[in-house]
């Protein structure tokens, strides 16, 4: 078994606004070992980035970790001040945004920009810093590094930012690496090259990644576990096979059905109907009931807990309150089996 990396307990965020407090992480549990890739999957609005700016201490002025643990390698950051958040990120953890050029300033050379997290963190001499950066571009396939040090982001590709991007994450050698839509800009064929040189990461540097997507082709390619999130919960979470093989909560499978298929190129694209709900009007019950297909009269009154279908499966859905092993496919064999039990927690995460 994976020693425990990161784990998240019954996680909160409030976040004031004009029309009272909203909670877009409600009471959350995960679970990302060493050395692994652990994908976070929803539609825009569900609560995936917010998860990533609690995790690195950037939350905005109107928002705070209201209830709940983050755990980093032992330690309970949830609540460090803001210096002590600095120390920890570049360091022990780091974040990869989904849009480089927002986020390198635009009037700074790219290489001084990934120095300076050598400055913040390390006691290395000037020059010393220089020969590590060029040495990470080198490492991430930024060609002719040497150039590329002295270029502004402004001069450079897509994925090229991306790169720097990632550069500056890892040139510390952190042990988490917060990858937040990282291929969402870019074409197939630079997608492709990022995907393989996180898995680089993950294999050669032994690099955990928090993979925060909406693309599943990307969760197939890359991660480990899965853990699928809506309206600030999670619904389900399992190993990556299981998901594609036997998604169980009916939300799951939407996203799964909307995917294209090349073998099914003449078939209309699925679609889920509707959109995420507005934070500050969530459901009374199951916050996917007023989407679901499978809703029942129960759902329209009572949140489902998280409830373990198998040892390494959780799913919140009512058609799983009583699941055992068979019937997956058929919500009134769901409903109606016997054996399941309520378990909520992390402890059904990644092995």
């Not at 945004?97 to 050598?118: A, C, D, I, W, Y």
């Not at 054996?339 to 992390?346: P, W």
């Amino acid at each position: 078994m994976a020693e425990e990396l990161m784990r998240l307990e019954k996680l909160e965020v409030t976040i004031r606004t004009k029309n009272g407090e909203i909670h877009p992480v409600d009471g959350i549990d995960m679970r990302i070992p060493e050395r692994s890739v652990v994908g976070l999957v929803g539609e825009s609005g569900c609560g995936k980035s917010m998860t990533a700016m609690s995790i690195m201490g950037l939350l905005p002025a109107s928002g705070r970790i209201s209830g709940g643990s983050i755990v980093l390698d032992g330690e309970e950051i949830s609540q460090y001040s803001d210096r002590q958040m600095r120390e920890l990120t570049g360091n022990k953890m780091s974040i990869i945004f989904q849009e480089p050029m927002t986020s390198l300033n635009p009037v700074v050379r790219v290489g001084k920009q990934v120095e300076e997290v050598l400055k913040l963190h390390t006691n290395l001499k000037k020059a010393e810093r220089r020969s590590k950066v060029i040495e990470m571009f080198r490492l991430v396939g930024i060609p002719e590094p040497e150039e590329r040090y002295l270029s502004y982001p402004f001069q450079l590709s897509g994925g090229l930012r991306q790169r720097i991007m990632i550069a500056m994450a890892m040139i510390c050698n952190p042990k988490l690496l917060i990858a937040d839509e990282p291929t969402t800009a870019l074409d197939v064929t630079i997608e492709a090259q990022i995907l393989h040189l996180m898995r680089t990461l993950r294999d050669e540097a032994g690099t955990s990644i928090l993979m925060i997507t909406h693309n599943l082709g990307v969760v197939a390619e890359l991660c480990d576990w899965v853990y699928v999130m809506y309206m600030g919960q999670i619904v389900e979470s399992t190993d990556t096979l299981s998901i594609f093989d036997e998604p169980l909560h009916p939300y799951t499978r939407g996203l799964i059905r909307s995917v294209p298929k090349i073998q099914r190129e003449q078939e209309p694209l699925q679609n889920i109907p509707g959109m995420v709900p507005n934070m500050t009007d969530v459901p009374k019950g199951c916050r996917f009931c007023p989407r679901c297909s499978c809703a029942m009269e129960l759902c329209e009154k009572e949140q489902p807990q998280l409830y373990r279908y198998s040892d390494h499966h959780q799913v919140r859905c009512f058609l799983y309150e009583k699941a055992g092993t068979d019937g997956a496919d058929s919500p009134k064999a769901q409903a109606g089996s016997e054996g399941g039990k309520s378990e909520a927690g992390h402890e059904g995460g990644p092995k």
